[in-house]
């Protein structure tokens, strides 16, 4: 059984900073060169000194994600397939937004319907509770605030767009490198996610 969590709920997308991270790491800046000048000198100019702590850690952990081939492709797609790849890398490191992203976006693509409204994503969620002890003992804020939490990276993504009472639901369009790098590194599930399939 997957080990989830509910660490998201205090994350932000930051895809201007995940692009800085990758950016300095070409550089030739190491991971603690970059927590350093991140938390000291507040390169990443965040509002306080745990909120530069925490992104640092999430994109840290996020970037660990990929190898050299995702980041030397990172710079060469346009900048919804940029962000696509800061999604891929989330749905890598949270095994309960992978889930999301392949049972509630997948299956948006699949039936055609295009419209994401807040009971699918409230039944995904419940199913999630009755089969996984762990997430039923969180309380109905907790779940909210994930809920909440996923809804607005996949609009960030510019996967979802909101119209009020549901989100309008977008198809990825993958770059063929990108995807043809998922097929390599053997992504299946996620390259299924993106692409409905």
């Known amino acids: 059984m997957p080990q989830y969590s509910a660490t998201l709920i205090g994350y932000s997308f930051w895809f201007r900073e995940f692009s800085q991270y990758l950016a300095l790491l ?3 800046v190491s991971p603690t060169e970059i927590r350093e000048v ?10 306080t000194t ?5 992104m640092l850690q999430s994109i840290q952990r996020r970037v660990e994600t990929l190898d050299a081939d995702y980041r030397d492709l990172f710079p060469q797609l346009d900048l919804a397939n940029q962000k696509l790849l800061n999604l891929l890398t989330v749905m890598f490191s949270d095994p309960l937004f992978n889930d999301f992203m392949y049972d509630v976006y ?4 699949l039936l055609g319907d295009a ?8 039944a ?3 199913q999630k509770q009755l089969e996984n002890p762990q997430i039923a003992h969180w309380t109905l804020q907790t779940v909210h605030r994930l809920a909440s939490a996923f809804q607005s990276f996949l609009r960030e ?3 979802l767009e909101s119209h009020g009472d549901y989100d309008a639901v977008q198809r990825a369009l993958l770059d063929t490198r990108l ?5 390599a590194k053997h992504a299946n599930r996620e390259l299924a996610s993106l692409l409905g399939r």
């Open 115 to 122: 419209k994401l409204h807040a009971y699918e994503v409230e």
């Open 38 to 47: 991140g938390v000291e000198d507040n390169y990443f100019q965040e509002p």
């Open 26 to 28: 070409d550089q030739g």
């Open 106 to 109: 997948r299956s948006e693509l």
């Open 157 to 159: 993504a510019g996967l």
């Open 179 to 183: 995807m043809m790098l998922l097929r």
């Open 124 to 126: 995904f969620f419940n």
């Open 50 to 54: 745990s909120r530069a702590v925490k």
